[in-house]
């Protein structure tokens, strides 16, 4: 059975850091795709960025862009999530999922098989 646990959110104020980490089990991590995903109440689920399998670049949406990086650490099958600059109106749950293929798609929610519970990120000003 495949679990992945989100932990590292919290209250941040603005201009603070956070990590987040997605520990995996059941699968072997750095066979996966990895993405990262936040979700507003009353608001779609966004992408937020990923990383491959195939080239093992990341990939990040512009609103996160030179603020937040991904990263995995295949040894702890853990990927990561380090957001920098954080900034109110990232306030959000955040997600990780997880997939064997990859897709151009890759801020499609419907490419990824496996996720994890969120966890809370708030951003005071």
């Known amino acids: 059975q495949v679990h992945l646990v989100e932990s590292g959110g919290g209250l941040v104020q603005a201009g603070g850091s956070l990590r987040l980490s997605c520990a995996a089990s059941?699968?072997?991590?750095?066979?996966?795709?990895i993405a990262w995903f936040r979700q507003v109440p009353g608001k779609e689920r966004e992408g937020i960025g990923c990383?491959?399998?195939?080239?093992?670049?990341?990939y990040y949406a512009d609103s996160v862009k030179g603020r937040f990086t991904i990263s995995r650490d295949n040894g702890k099958n853990t990927g990561y999530l380090q957001m920098n600059s954080l900034k109110p109106e990232d306030t959000a749950i955040y997600y990780c999922?997880?997939?064997?293929?990859?897709?151009?798609?890759?801020?499609?929610?419907?490419?990824?098989?496996?996720w994890g519970q969120g966890t809370q990120v708030t951003v005071s000003s």
């Open positions: 059941g699968i072997t991590l750095d066979n996966y795709a």
């Open positions: 990383i491959s399998t195939e080239d093992n670049n990341p």
């Open positions: 999922a997880a997939d064997k293929d990859w897709s151009l798609r890759y801020f499609s929610e419907d490419e990824y098989d496996y």
